[in-house]
């Protein structure tokens, strides 16, 4: 069973300082893996989608690295904004199926 | 453009009410559709998901089902509810095949009091 971990669970940074959101995931036979954000009570919005053959993706301020091998992946956000302020949600795909982490939750202060 | 609609947006329900959450997709054809639940405290799980009309295959035995009567309508129901299902109900298409990114809805919020 795929289990997947997102350390922190909560993150606070001042304003304008680069955000590092980290995921792991125990089994590497995965199609993808997709970073969603979500806002207190709505649904998700897909940030990224990463191959299972690529290495990295990119998206304006955002930056996402895929270690397969090692089973991990970590979501760079750039110069953070207090519009940044959400949870974030990794996601790997087996093939139809998603299996989630957590999510860490990111405060941005102004 | 794809868009995915869920109703309604918010529910209250009696235990051992019956349940009807509805998800529309539009802008797709024969899209592979998935229900979701995110219980407090607790990340997604899948519940059902479906590769075309009249086929569910269910994830968690539970006191849900799932019909797709339409190629993009997806219905959850529930002849009884309980308490433990009071949750977030999220609807979700992808292109097929089924690891393709998934597009999530706007959700349903049930509490069954």
């Known amino acids: 069973k795929q289990e997947v971990t997102q350390i922190p669970a909560a993150l606070s940074v001042p304003e304008g300082e680069n955000l590092v959101l980290n995921c792991s995931f125990t089994d590497s036979a995965i199609y993808n893996l997709q970073w969603f954000r979500q806002d207190p009570g709505k649904g998700l919005t897909s940030l990224l989608l990463i191959q299972s053959s690529q290495r990295e993706q990119t998206s304006g301020r955002l930056n996402a690295s895929l270690d397969k091998s090692s089973g991990r992946s970590t979501l760079y956000i750039a110069a953070s904004q207090p519009g940044d302020s959400a949870t974030y949600l990794c996601?790997?795909?087996?093939?139809?199926?998603?299996?989630f982490g957590a999510g860490t939750t990111v405060t941005v202060r102004a | 453009s794809q868009t995915i609609h869920q109703w309604p947006a918010t529910l209250v329900q009696p235990v051992g009410s019956p349940l009807s959450l509805e998800c529309t997709v539009e802008g797709t054809s024969n899209p592979n559709l998935y229900w979701y639940r995110q219980a407090a405290g607790r990340g997604l799980q899948l519940l059902f998901y479906s590769v075309g009309i009249g086929q569910i295959s269910s994830e968690v035995p539970q006191n849900l089902s799932a019909s797709r009567p339409q190629d993009r309508q997806f219905i959850l129901s529930s002849k009884k509810l309980l308490l433990s299902d009071s949750g977030f109900y999220l609807c979700a298409w992808s292109k097929k095949p089924g690891r393709n990114e998934q597009f999530f809805g706007p959700g349903t919020r049930l509490t069954v009091l």
């Open positions: 996601a790997v795909s087996g093939d139809y199926k998603l299996s």
